[in-house]
């Protein structure tokens, strides 16, 4: 089970942070495809996740925008 953690962060370091992770997604959803391509379904099925994952988060951490 995974431990829970606070963290402070200020808007700005928030902002910084869902950037990253939009990147970071983008990757993962490229790499998918590229393992598609060559036939890799286990490393497709890896990428998948990872990219449902950092979706995930990602949202958790727009709605915490003042924009949101």
């Known amino acids: 089970m995974s431990k829970t953690i606070a963290l402070t962060l ?3 370091e928030l902002e910084i942070l869902v950037d990253a992770l939009e ?4 990757g993962y959803i490229e790499a998918a495809k590229e393992a598609r391509g060559n036939n890799a379904r286990e490393d497709v099925e890896t990428f998948k996740e990872a990219a ?8 958790r951490l727009q709605a915490m925008l003042p924009d949101a």
């Not at 449902?52 to 949202?59: P, S, Y």
Request: avoid cysteine.
């Open 10 to 12: 200020t808007e700005e």
């Open 23 to 26: 990147a970071d997604l983008e």
């Open 52 to 59: 449902v994952n950092i979706q995930k988060l990602m949202t």
